[in-house]
């Protein structure tokens, strides 16, 4: 069957990409039914990080799909919003690191938000415009965006609808690095590289210590992660790891063991 989303796996790092050009990769509720079962397809025991992206040269995602909104009931806007939710959630805690590769427009950027973290193209465009449609914006637009620029810039964008481009968006801190839309994609392979290389369990269990320390409160944050810290000793890695610093040579390649 025809799916908006392809799972295009690269040796130990996989691509994402949300396919459905013709509407610039607008999400609707088949898109969202698509990215959720890619997501259960990936091969968690060789995938070590994923990079999410939209199909073609215009657009990562050119956010909801406004026609399927426009007719909804109050009752079927909010399953639209949880079936939206879910599958951020699901992405935002997926075990192994992801990067959002952005090049172009990310109107209303929930997926972008959802990633680790963001890398652009010098093309790209984020907003939020859904103030402007007559809603708010949905799948955690109002509540991831505060989290990473802050609650006075998400504000601004989300009460005025203003699109930004790539260099305000750096300045931010809504994305780590901007390239030429001709090496974004190369760039993202290298950083997905880099992570890949280093320890599996450490790299996940880091992600996770980040993502749940930052709902509770300090002190509660700083034992989750001596636990995500105890959780990578007497591994495989961990020993290779220290012992090859130790023996002043190279680590082996490490095996998520
Ligand atoms: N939905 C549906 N179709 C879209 C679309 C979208 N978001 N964005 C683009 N398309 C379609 C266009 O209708 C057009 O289709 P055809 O006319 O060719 O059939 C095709 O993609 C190409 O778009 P344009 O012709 O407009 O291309 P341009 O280069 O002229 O303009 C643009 C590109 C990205 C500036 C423009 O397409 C645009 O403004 N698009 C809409 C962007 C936008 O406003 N997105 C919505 C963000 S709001 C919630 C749940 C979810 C949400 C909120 C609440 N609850 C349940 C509470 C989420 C909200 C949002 O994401």
Known sequence: MMSFVKYEPKGNIAYLIIDREKALNALNSQVLADLDAALDAVDLSEIRCL????????????????????ELSKEEAEAFGKQGNDVMRKLEAF??????????????????????FRICSDTAVFGQPETGLGITPGFGGTQRLARLVGPG???????????IKADEAYRIGLVNAVYPLSDLYAAAEKLAGQIAGNAPIAVRASKQAINDGLQVDIDRAVVIEEKAFGSCFQSADQQEGMGAFLEKRKHEPFINK
Not at 51 to 70: H, L, N, P, T, Y
Not at 95 to 116: K, R
């Open 153 to 163: 810039m998400a504000k601004q964008m989300i009460y005025t609808a203003r699109n």
């Open 51 to 70: 990079i999410v992206r939209g199909a073609g040269e215009k657009s990562f995602v050119a956010g909801a799909d406004i026609a399927q909104m426009k």
């Open 95 to 116: 075990p192994i690191p992801t990067i959002a590769a952005v090049g172009g427009y990310a109107l209303g950027g929930e997926l972008a938000m959802s990633c680790d």
